[in-house]
T-cell receptor
């Protein structure tokens, strides 16, 4: 099935470091979303982006909706151990609610 | 708990067996989605309901997969004659309105299906 191209696939960082991950697509989306998934749980929404160029923050998280509407990035500042998990980007079109997910970025934080 | 619940949480099936996976959405939520998540991959869309109407089933991989939501609340995903490639986590999500754009989808914990 169609998926977004998300990178990096995994990251292993020191506590306190900043993290950046991004997502690209050959298709244009009207909405970009970033989710976090913990083991044995479903994805939880972190940030939603609705306009091209939009930059949105949620605590230590910042995400941007690319101008071309084909890409997005997520930054996490001053990482902490509870940031560990798998982060997914997802795109959504305007006339359907279904989400198209990236392959995920696995984040590990060393205390 | 007011979240999306799914049962069973784990299911082991022999190849060829039929299985039924249940989703209880958040009370009052109009929209309900099913996704399939293979190991190490992101979720992939299967099907979408608005109340009891199945408006999009474009993601169902074969005619062995069938979903229903007869009363517009609880939904069941049925897989007939399971194959090993059906092994995955099946996620259910719901959102409040029928207009699904710019609405948060709330995910359940998933059912992990293993077909032997």
């Amino acid at each position: 099935g169609q998926q977004l191209n998300q990178s990096p696939q995994s990251m292993f960082i020191q506590e306190g470091e900043d993290v950046s991950m991004n997502c690209t697509s050959s298709s244009i989306f009207n909405t970009w979303l970033w989710y976090k998934q913990d083991p044995g749980e479903g994805p939880v929404l972190l940030i939603a982006l609705y306009k091209a160029g939009e930059l949105t923050s949620n605590g230590r998280l910042t995400a941007q909706f690319g101008i071309t509407r084909k890409d997005s990035f997520l930054n996490i500042s001053a990482s902490i151990p509870s940031d560990v998990g798998i982060y997914f980007c997802a795109g959504q079109w305007s006339n359907t609610g279904k989400l198209i997910f990236g392959q995920g970025t696995t984040l590990q934080v060393k205390p | 708990g007011a979240g999306v619940s799914q049962s069973p949480r784990y299911k082991v099936a022999k190849r060829g067996q039929d299985v039924a996976l249940r989703c209880d959405p958040i009370s009052g939520h109009v929209s309900l989605f099913w996704y399939q998540q293979a190991l190490g991959q992101g979720p992939e869309f299967l099907t979408y309901f608005q109340n009891e109407a199945q408006l999009d089933k474009s993601g169902l991989p074969s005619d062995r997969f069938f979903a229903e939501r007869p009363e517009g609340s609880v939904s069941t995903l049925k897989i007939q004659r399971t194959q090993q490639e059906d092994s995955a986590v099946y996620l259910c999500a719901s959102s409040p309105q029928g207009s699904t754009i710019q609405e948060t989808q709330y995910f359940g914990p998933g059912t992990r299906l293993l077909v032997l």
